[in-house]
């Protein structure tokens, strides 16, 4: 079955650090990958995507991917960190065709000290 | 505001008892999702339906139901209800199946 592995449960970063979270799939066909964030007791936001194309991918509030197929990864980075940044989030993938549902990673809590 | 409206927000029942979660999709899409997040499972896909048929199963239990009517909205139905289903149920909707997917605010179900 087809599984999401986000290596980092919590992460804590200072200001103006730069971010790296990982996120490796299982799946070895066509997939399509996801990185949504959760602001505390707020929906899920889709922050970017991959469906094909271009491995780097750039989303909002200056979030970045890179799908690398060799490694099964979706890492997402910002260089600079922000307080505002402070949220959950979370990879996911689904299987290319009609279905699309969505498989999640356990989620990282970022928190940001200002 | 992600145009994806829940109702309730927050529900607080007893175990056995039987609820219905609502969901209202955004403006023109046809698929909707259900999704559980729970502190020990994650955030788990239970269903989907596309213009009123079901198009796919997850980890959904046989004690949980769901339908989406003409009018796109969906509910789903949670019966029997144990100490265990305590947890975070959203919806999510999109135009077609397996394009970006927008998510409501979700409804907090507690079982007491």
């Known amino acids: 079955a087809q599984s999401v592995s986000q290596h980092n449960h919590h992460v804590i970063l200072s200001e103006a650090a730069s971010l790296e979270l990982g996120c490796n799939y299982s799946y070895g066909g066509t997939v399509n990958l996801f990185w949504y964030v959760q602001y505390p007791g707020q929906h899920l936001q889709l922050l970017l995507k991959?469906?094909?194309?271009?491995?780097l991918v750039k989303g909002i509030k200056g979030f970045e991917a890179e799908f690398i197929k060799s490694k099964f990864s979706f890492n997402l980075r910002k260089p600079s960190v922000q307080w505002s940044d402070t949220a959950e989030y979370f990879c996911a993938t689904s299987y290319g065709g009609s279905q699309g549902n969505l498989i999640f990673g356990k989620g990282t809590k970022l928190s940001v000290k200002p | 505001d992600s145009g994806v409206t829940q109702t309730p927000k927050h529900l607080i029942t007893a175990t056995g008892q039987r609820v219905t979660l609502r969901c209202s999709p955004r403006?023109?899409?046809?698929?909707v999702y259900w999704y559980q997040q729970s502190l020990d499972q994650g955030l788990q896909f239970l269903i989907q339906y596309y213009n009123g048929e079901e198009r796919a199963k997850g980890n959904i239990l046989e004690r949980f139901s769901a339908q989406q009517f003409p009018d796109l909205h969906s509910e789903l139905n949670l019966s029997s209800l144990e100490l265990g289903d305590s947890a975070l149920y959203f919806c999510?909707?999109?135009?077609?199946?397996?394009?970006?997917?927008?998510f409501g605010d979700g409804t907090r179900l507690s079982i007491l």
């Open positions: 999510a909707s999109s135009p077609q199946g397996n394009q970006p997917q927008h």
């Open positions: 991959y469906f094909s194309g271009d491995p």
């Open positions: 403006s023109g899409d046809l698929s």
